[in-house]
């Protein structure tokens, strides 16, 4: 795990300082809201609609047990006992007073963490699949390369001020867990077919929001010591040609579809060119340096498969579906990753109480080398537990509501928090995520169907992620009625897809009868062993459409 050092320690507390007398000019009356408006967001503080939100910043979504401890503490001592974890692998308070937001920030520094750059238009939080260093499909573990974009983004003096938010994921996977292709710039290690040498393929131009779009692959192999230049190269690009006159138009991807693949791709090809690679790109030593960080923890040489995990398993039958549902294989033999659901029939999803992130980093702490992961999907990870310890693990987990063995079911719902906390949403998510959860709260019929990704959004702008599930849930305000619309086909995976509308919008109340009949056509219609997107894609929307009109002329 990356450590400060003197310059970052020293550039954290400054920012604190600088953060502390502004809020009190704001408080004193002396910036208007207004005024002030731009100094919190670079500190990630928003105006919510019943109060300030502060978003943290979790580079890559990893944490020590110490600094999860401390988000506990914050979240009891300023918050409302919990936090939420988000799609970006962040963690957001919602109820934090501006005059602690100071000595919150003092909090965060003191375990190297911060706000800085989770808000505004600029680089933000870099994020990155949350098995990585342990994936067995790993190629490299992304991690360092995060790291250096970190350091080479933060406070970067051209792209302090670009024309929206710029958004960056990277995995080292052959499987993606990273949702890359959604994303301004996306980053996929990989090999180069003719000599084997590791290296990049970069796409541009993902994205969310009110125009979904998929990233477009603009270098199919750029050397590794190129990285930063290249970078540079496109948000100069960006930051030169992006439009600025409708902030609606002004994300990479609508600049990458308006001038084309190719002609973006030549102009960033020419600017790169152009640039003083060897003054941009990191030096070989610092990467080096920043790699060592993420060496792997000393695991102990195991058997591959634990006699004391098959006893426990064969001994009790919720243990073993929780183990068949919420662990991953892992690249040293006789571990495995663990994911925590953050999903429990009937919550929030995403949330985690005061008491649960202190239970969660004190299993980390003995149990996986002191180490925790926040996944996109809102959940957390264990990354490196020991099969003969997993029994344990789950013993602990279930009474405080963390053992739900729903990981990629029906019920693992990523949700944005919606009008229930957000200015900029039109409709509720969590009650809808709520609803559906207790519709298909049977474990058996959950497992039965299988693999299926639903996404809720409570307005346009998409944080959660409704466009690439597999069933996406879109809340829009209609002449004053929260109105709910569904797509179908959507995919965050390496075969990136966006939804389609099924048809017209529902009331909040019809959503689980929709759900249920469009998993009613699945049922009837897969093959054997064929997972929902793949039952999608054979048979295309027109039986789904079809069940989903029956449905809304019923209610009509």
């Known amino acids: 795990m990356y450590r400060y050092d003197e310059f970052d320690a020293r550039f954290v507390r400054d920012r604190v300082a600088q953060f502390r007398d502004q809020v009190s000019r704001r408080l004193d009356g002396s910036l208007t809201e207004d005024e002030f408006k731009p100094l919190r967001l670079k500190n990630g503080v928003y105006l919510q609609l019943h109060a300030y939100m502060l978003r943290i910043a979790i580079p890559y979504g990893t944490l020590s047990s110490r600094q999860m401890r401390q988000l506990a503490y914050i979240g009891e001592r300023y918050d409302r006992g919990y936090g939420h974890f988000t799609t970006r692998q962040n963690l ?61 983004s933060t406070a970067h003096p051209e792209f302090s001020y670009l024309p929206r938010k710029f958004k960056i994921a990277v995995t080292g996977a052959q499987d993606d867990r990273a949702v890359i292709k959604a994303h301004d710039i996306g980053i996929r290690i990989l090999r180069h077919p003719a000599t084997g040498e590791t290296g990049y393929e970069i796409s541009v131009g993902g994205g969310l929001g009110r125009t979904p779009m998929i990233g477009k692959v603009v270098r199919d192999f750029l050397p590794k010591a190129d990285l930063l230049a290249y970078l540079e190269a496109v948000m100069r690009v960006y930051n030169l040609e992006g439009r600025r006159d409708n902030k609606y138009k002004a994300r990479v991807k609508i600049l990458v579809h308006e001038i084309g693949t190719e002609e973006f791709t030549r102009r960033v090809d020419a600017e790169f060119a152009r640039l003083d690679g060897p003054a941009i790109n990191a030096d070989p030593e610092e990467v080096a340096r920043i790699a060592a960080y993420f060496a792997p923890p000393p695991y102990e040489a195991l058997p591959a498969e634990s006699a004391a995990l098959a006893a426990a398993t064969a001994r009790d039958p919720n243990f073993a579906r929780w183990v068949e549902t919420n662990t991953t294989p892992h690249r040293a033999p006789g571990y495995v990753a663990v994911t925590v659901s953050l999903k429990p029939i009937g919550l929030a999803p995403g949330d985690a109480t005061s008491q649960q992130m202190r239970l969660v980093a004190d299993l980390a702490e003995r149990y996986s080398f002191d180490e925790l992961r926040v996944t996109h999907a809102q959940n957390l990870v264990l990354p490196h537990v020991r099969q003969d310890e997993l029994f344990a693990i789950w013993q602990a987990l279930g009474p405080a509501g963390l053992a739900t063995a729903n990981l990629g079911l029906i019920t693992d719902i990523i949700a944005c928090p919606g009008l229930d906390y957000c200015a900029l949403a039109t409709a509720r998510s969590i009650p809808i995520a709520q609803a559906i959860q207790q519709r298909f709260a049977d474990q058996q019929r959950q497992a039965a169907i299988g693999e299926l990704n639903i996404k809720i959004s409570g307005c346009i702008n998409a944080c959660g992620h409704h466009h690439v599930g597999h069933i996406g849930i879109l809340g829009l305000e209609k002449r004053g009625i929260e109105s709910y619309q569904i797509t179908l086909g959507g995919d965050a995976t390496e075969n990136a897809a966006i939804g389609e509308i099924l048809g017209p919008g529902l009331a909040a109340e019809a959503v689980p009868d929709a759900i249920e009949a469009i998993v009613g056509v699945y049922e009837r219609e897969r093959r054997d062993g064929e997972r929902f997107i793949e039952t999608v894609r054979r048979i295309g929307l027109a039986p789904f459409k079809s069940a989903f009109r029956e449905l809304f002329d019923a209610a009509a």
């Open 92 to 152: 957001q308070f919602n109820w934090p007073k501006l005059r602690d937001v100071p000595a919150i920030l003092d909090l965060l520094a003191d375990v190297e963490m911060h706000c800085i750059q989770t808000s505004g238009n600029c680089i933000r939080n870099v994020t990155a699949d949350h098995f990585a260093g342990v994936a067995q499909d790993e190629i490299e573990d992304p991690r360092p390369v995060c790291e250096l974009i970190r350091q080479w």
